[in-house]
């Protein structure tokens, strides 16, 4: 099927979803668009026992669509950029001690405090997997996502305290995520043998630091040039061109683009910078131009991970291990939390924090997309793609959902 008439149908879908949560359902809109695709797709998993060649239309188009490559190239440099930009910079750098520990420390300590259990939770139901992919869910599976967490995060009432550093943490350490990821997921291809700690190191450095520094060289440049003149509609231009075209070429220079737009973001939605660089007019202009590109592209994206129901695979053990993972993942990220935060005295005073942490740390399509881009030919591909869709929906439909009445519960307690 021919690009255009893919995204034409994801844009539709999304439009009448998003029509029907605002006019009968009133969820907040990523849960809301997700869950109603996510009925649909089973509603047509249903139907494969009545109209079977409607499914198998339903499932090759769903096949057509790379969702690795739709999210990780296409769709998360402006995600990131447009949640970088609106986030409160001066609330992240007086959390920036918490916010680093959790992206940086807390991602790597997760990725084999999961891997392991996970490794072990497959071998006692029979799912023999080696430690590597369990490893690598390990990674996939600890970030928080920016998209969904941004989504849900301003409308639950959290203490802002709590919200800024889920925020922050959420938008740096998706791009550590994703790095831990990629280097264990060469260490995979290459075998173990045949990679060096020198190696890993200088990946990990040559992505992580690169991208940030990457990121404020790009958000300089637009600083200056939207600086230089005053014209909103070619201001806004500027800002769409260095987004996608900085992310490009992080790709090529093997930065880490999502860190490279969450600087650049940040850099930019400072509001000293940001007031110096544009006037009223186009600082209106630009925000709310990435504000609509947000909203289009979270809602494309949710819908997309209700429909991917369709090409999973289902075994009984494969339930049984999403169930069990999802426990494994929450309990991890308390863990990890709890012992965190006792290295920060800003905390102490904070009643009931690793709980809010932890159920607020939401994972999203970034997980999925990572686990789909998993080498089609490894054996353990199906079974680490469908535990991962099982946290994320637990993660966004369970734990958003609750995540208000979990506050109001807790404050009024």
């Known amino acids: 099927m021919e690009l255009f008439k893919i995204l034409t149908m994801l844009v539709v879908i999304s439009a009448i979803f998003g029509y029907i949560n605002v006019r009968f359902l009133k969820l907040p809109t990523t849960i809301g668009l997700m869950i109603m695709a996510l009925v649909f797709s089973l509603i047509m998993i249903l139907l494969q026992f009545i109209y079977p060649d409607l499914v198998h239309y339903a499932r090759d188009i769903m096949a057509e669509i790379d969702f690795t490559t739709v999210l990780m190239d296409v769709m998360l440099s402006f995600l990131l950029f447009a949640g970088a930009l609106h986030t409160n910079v001066g609330m992240i750098k007086q959390e920036k001690g918490t916010i680093g520990m959790f992206a940086l420390v807390g991602v790597f300590i997760s990725t084999f405090l999961i891997g392991g259990a996970f490794y072990y939770l497959s071998m006692a139901l029979g799912l023999d997997t080696d430690l590597v992919y369990c490893l690598l869910f390990g990674a996939l599976i600890s970030p928080t996502d920016p998209i969904a967490v941004l989504g849900i995060m301003t409308k639950a009432n959290v203490p802002k305290k709590i919200e800024i550093n889920i925020v922050g943490e959420s938008l740096f350490n998706d791009g550590v995520g994703v790095v831990i990821f990629f280097t264990i997921l060469e260490i995979a291809r290459l075998g173990v043998d045949n990679v060096t700690v020198m190696d890993v190191a200088t990946l990990f450095v040559q992505e992580a630091i690169g991208g940030i520094l990457f990121g404020l060289g790009l958000g300089f440049l637009m600083f200056k040039l939207l600086k230089s003149i005053d014209d909103y509609e070619v201001e806004v231009m500027i800002t769409l061109a260095l987004v996608m075209g900085g992310y490009f070429l992080a790709q090529q220079l093997h930065t880490s683009g999502p860190l490279a737009m969450v600087v650049a973001g940040l850099f930019m939605g400072s509001s000293g910078l940001k007031q110096d660089a544009m006037s009223e007019t186009t600082e209106l202009y630009v925000d709310k131009f990435w504000e609509l590109v947000d909203v289009l592209m979270n809602a494309v994206l949710f819908v997309l991970i209700g429909l991917e129901i369709l090409i999973l695979e289902f075994h009984t053990n494969y339930f049984i291990a999403g ?91």
């Open 323 to 413: 169930a069990a993972a999802i426990v494994i993942v929450l309990l991890s990220r308390y863990l990890i939390i709890s012992v965190l935060l006792k290295f920060s005295k800003n905390w102490v005073s904070v009643d009931k924090a690793p709980l809010l942490l932890t159920w607020g740390g939401l994972r999203g399509g970034l997980s999925i997309a990572m686990a789909l881009s998993l080498p089609a030919e490894w054996e353990a591909k199906p079974y680490i793609v469908f535990i991962t869709y099982c946290v994320v929906l637990f993660s966004i439909i369970v734990q958003g959902l609750t995540l208000e009445k979990l506050v109001k519960r807790i404050y009024k307690a």
